[in-house]
């Protein structure tokens, strides 16, 4: 929303929720970081760019007045296991990476940094920290109000997108049911373009029914601080996360549950939170005053792709798709090669005016802000800020066409 208010676009914002940020954007505390592999393609780029992006979002708010709770204190991140530890030693050693966006830290610059004794190395990303989401929602909205004048409708479950006459609608009527005459409480339009950036809805509708993107719910645990737990000053991130306090509580979390009906506390849940992190730093003694008696968390459910990258762009015409990989298959009998070709010739069949934002996963952070600039620069016709190798990372239709240009069925 702020992205195209920057550009003075007309804007309409439907929500089905009462206000900003009630559903997994909701959490009190999230870590910012970047996600980072030991070869540092595209996918990494991509993140290095987005973390980068989102701090100077959060700076330049702050700088304007905006109310954002955050900290730019840091992140360490330290292994679990023999494994991510392992991992973690690939990714320090792969690249000659900047100091500002990590570096390596021995065990005792370990526990200088986290303020509690951690007795591992990891790595230490000083530009990381902390921010609360809904807060960084909030004041993005209010910068955009500021810029432009939205036209925002609360309350309103969008059931239905459909086009007509090469016009978008938005319908809260079921796709199972017809609209039998035009009702402005229940359809909207028409628009040129719409956006689905509906998180945990992001494949309710037809047209974006197939997209590969799983939910998966989260639980993330808040307990109070202690005079010991208080001296915790960076985020601590291993197999689970913990943050610094913040109004004396801390988060930790967060469980991955996948396709979970219930959006209730869980019990389990809690005690898993609290299990990871005492499994990460074994043998400390700050970890015995984790207290979770208190029950107190926050469920949310965000929405995971296979390759750990969102979905930013037109949504593809998956119909389209299966109908042309069937032709060129049958064709007579043409081999796979020359359909290779023909898919590199032309352009991946997507929905003109739809475009989709979403499967942000957990780092929603990092990421939210630098897709929606890239997704507002595509509808604008403005500069891409970004590579092309990133924009087919991130293209919805990458999922088909990774297949289809290997030869391989969908």
């Known amino acids: 929303m702020l992205s195209l208010a920057e550009r003075n676009q007309s804007i309409s914002l439907f929500c089905r929720d009462s206000g900003f940020a009630k ?13 980072l592999t030991p070869d540092n393609g595209p996918l990494s780029q991509f993140y290095q760019q ?4 989102s701090r100077q979002r959060i700076l330049n708010l702050t700088s304007s007045g905006k109310q954002i709770s955050h900290d730019f204190c840091g992140v360490l991140q330290t292994g679990h296991d023999a494994r991510s530890s392992a991992r973690l030693n690939k990714i320090s050693s792969g690249q000659n990476w900047p100091r500002d966006i990590m570096h390596r830290v021995d065990a005792a610059q370990a526990n200088q940094l986290a303020g509690v004794q951690i007795n591992q190395p990891g790595l230490f990303y000083p530009l990381g920290g902390w921010v609360c989401p809904h807060e960084f929602t909030q004041a993005a909205v209010a910068q955009a109000k500021q810029l432009s004048t939205p036209e925002i409708h609360f309350n309103t479950e969008i059931k239905k997108v459909f086009q007509q006459d090469g016009d978008w609608y938005l319908s809260t009527i079921p796709e199972t049911e017809t609209e039998t005459e035009v009702d402005t409480q229940t359809l909207f339009g028409p628009f040129s373009e719409i ?4 998180g945990q ?5 037809e047209q974006t029914r197939k997209l590969a993107a799983t939910a998966f719910r989260g639980q993330v645990s808040h307990i109070p601080t202690t005079a010991t737990l208080n001296q915790i000053s960076t985020v601590l991130c291993a197999q689970g ?6 109004n004396s509580i801390h988060c930790i979390g967060a469980s991955y549950i ?11 849940e809690q005690n898993d939170n609290q299990a990871k992190i005492a499994s990460c730093y074994p043998e400390t003694n700050w970890i015995k005053e984790i207290d979770i008696s208190g029950q107190d968390s926050r469920v949310g459910v965000r929405m995971v792709t296979r390759d750990h990258a969102p979905m930013v762009g037109l949504a593809p015409d998956v119909d389209r798709i299966y109908s042309l990989y069937q032709q060129r298959l049958s064709k007579d009998n043409q081999s796979k090669q020359t359909a290779i070709q023909q898919w590199k010739q032309c352009h991946a069949p997507v929905i003109e005016g739809l475009y989709v934002l979403g499967g942000l996963g957990s780092r929603g952070i990092c990421s939210a802000p630098f897709a929606a600039e890239i997704l507002a620069a595509q509808i604008c016709g403005d500069i891409i800020p970004t590579n092309y190798n990133t924009l087919a990372l991130l293209n919805p239709n ?7 240009l290997k030869g391989k069925d969908i």
């Open 201 to 205: 809805g992001f494949n309710q509708f």
């Open 241 to 246: 996360y913990m943050t610094p306090q913040h």
């Open 50 to 53: 987005a973390y980068l992006y």
């Open 258 to 268: 996948k396709n979970a009906t219930s959006l209730s506390h869980c019990r389990q």
């Open 195 to 198: 956006v689905l950036a509906n």
């Open 23 to 35: 559903a997994a954007s909701g959490n009190k505390q999230g870590a910012l970081y970047p996600l």
């Open 398 to 404: 990458r999922m088909w066409l990774r297949k289809l």
